[in-house]
Structures are given as C-alpha cells and as structure tokens.
Nanobody, 124 residues
Framework: QVQLVESGGGLVQAGGSLRLSCAAS????????MGWFRQAPGKEREFVTC????????YYAASVKGRFTISRDNAKNTVYVQMNSLKPDDTAVYYC?????????????????WGQGTQVTVSS
C-alpha cells in the first residue's frame, strides 16, 4: 500500500516561489504516473500537473503552464513541483497523487493513492 507525504507548502507573496515535495513509501513503488492536484476554498479539486514515472512525460494545466515545473527522482520515490511566479489564485491545498495504471491523468479517478495535502497561500 502506497503512502504519500507532501511537504514544502507555506505562505509566500505574489510573484514568489515554492517547491513542493511528495515522498512515497511502501515495499514496492512502481506507479504509472504521479501528479499534483489542488483545491481552493469553495472550488472543486483541479488538476495541476503530472509526470509519467518511467517515460518522464509531463503534463500541465493551462493555468500553471510556464510557471510550474514537475520533476521526479525515481531513486528517491519522490516527485516535486517547482512553482514560480505565484499568484493569489494559486492559493489552495495541494495534493500529491500516484496512479498505478494508464488513464486520463487530468482526472482524479486515474490515481489510486493520495497524500493528505499541504497548504499553499499566496498573498497579494
């Protein structure tokens, strides 16, 4: 059973940067993809970015493309998202997720394991 733990959230000013990390634990970790979702107060959960584990193919939501960069360290079972040029609209709880099989990676249904989330707050 895969367990995911996020870290790196916090409070930053608009225009600032944060790097979130998500570390996976378990006897075996071999996902198809890992991704990040976020949920702001009063809004639905939305896809942010993801990366396939073996091929390293990256996908981004239009709202973050050019500002966020996802990366992974397979040896450390860890995925990161570097978030630059942060905006107040980026304020949300960010969730890390791992998916075991191919699917629509922009949908939460493609993922089997989820972290508890880390708060990102961007002030104006």
């Amino acid at each position: 059973q895969v367990q995911l733990v996020e870290s790196g959230g916090g409070l930053v000013q608009a225009g600032g940067s944060l790097r979130l990390s998500c570390a996976a634990s378990g006897r075996t970790f071999s996902p198809y993809a890992m991704g990040w979702f976020r949920q702001a107060p009063g809004k639905e959960r939305e896809f942010v970015t993801c990366v396939t584990w073996n091929g390293g193919i990256r996908y981004y939501a239009a709202s973050v493309k050019g500002r966020f960069t996802i990366s992974r360290d397979n040896a450390k079972n860890t995925v990161y998202v570097q978030m630059n040029s942060l905006k107040p609209d980026d304020t949300a709880v960010y969730y890390c997720a791992a998916g075991s099989v191919p699917g629509d990676l922009s949908s939460g249904s493609a993922y089997d394991s989820w972290g508890q989330g880390t708060q990102v707050t961007v002030s104006s």
